[in-house]
């Protein structure tokens, strides 16, 4: 639970930066890496998890840089360092839905605003608040990820 509402404060903030700036700081992804790979290791050194799963933690993370560097960044490289946390906090199989449920919110408004005319193909969504809303809603249903 503790893991939770840490993850749900760094998300709001950088939910703020991104939707008013529409970049997050690299101090403050860095710092969200540095309290995730802490909590990861405590995790580690406790016993409760192996170092593999303290590692793929890190996967759904890693393959969004490695789409945004593909895309030339149409998804920004900072979502992917965003996400690297909530890796390493949570399990990999929960930190994909998260990212996929995120995915699938801002295609829904992407469509809103395209139906709407109020949007076009290149129109800039910020991805951090729909990751924010993807965890807020796994962590309220619960559905055992």
């Not at 998890?49 to 560097?69: E, K």
Request: net charge positive; glycine share 12%; aromatic share 10%.
């Amino acid at each position: 639970m503790a893991e939770h509402i840490i993850l749900c404060g760094y998300l709001g903030i950088c939910s703020c930066y991104d939707c008013r700036y529409r970049r997050i700081p690299l101090w403050l992804l860095r710092l969200g890496i540095g309290i995730g790979g802490l909590y990861a290791a405590v995790l580690l050194f406790s016993g409760q998890i192996a170092w593999q799963a303290a590692l793929t933690g890190a996967a759904p993370g890693a393959v969004m840089l490695l789409y945004s560097r593909l895309s030339q960044e149409k998804l920004g490289w900072a979502d992917g360092l965003m996400v690297i946390p909530a890796g390493l906090m949570q399990q990999w199989e929960r930190c994909t839905a998260e990212v996929l449920l995120a995915c699938f919110l801002t295609f829904l408004v992407a469509l809103i605003l395209l139906l709407s005319g109020k949007g076009s193909k290149n129109t800039k969504i910020p991805f951090a608040p729909f990751f924010l809303a993807a965890v807020l809603l796994l962590g309220i249903t619960d559905i055992g990820l």
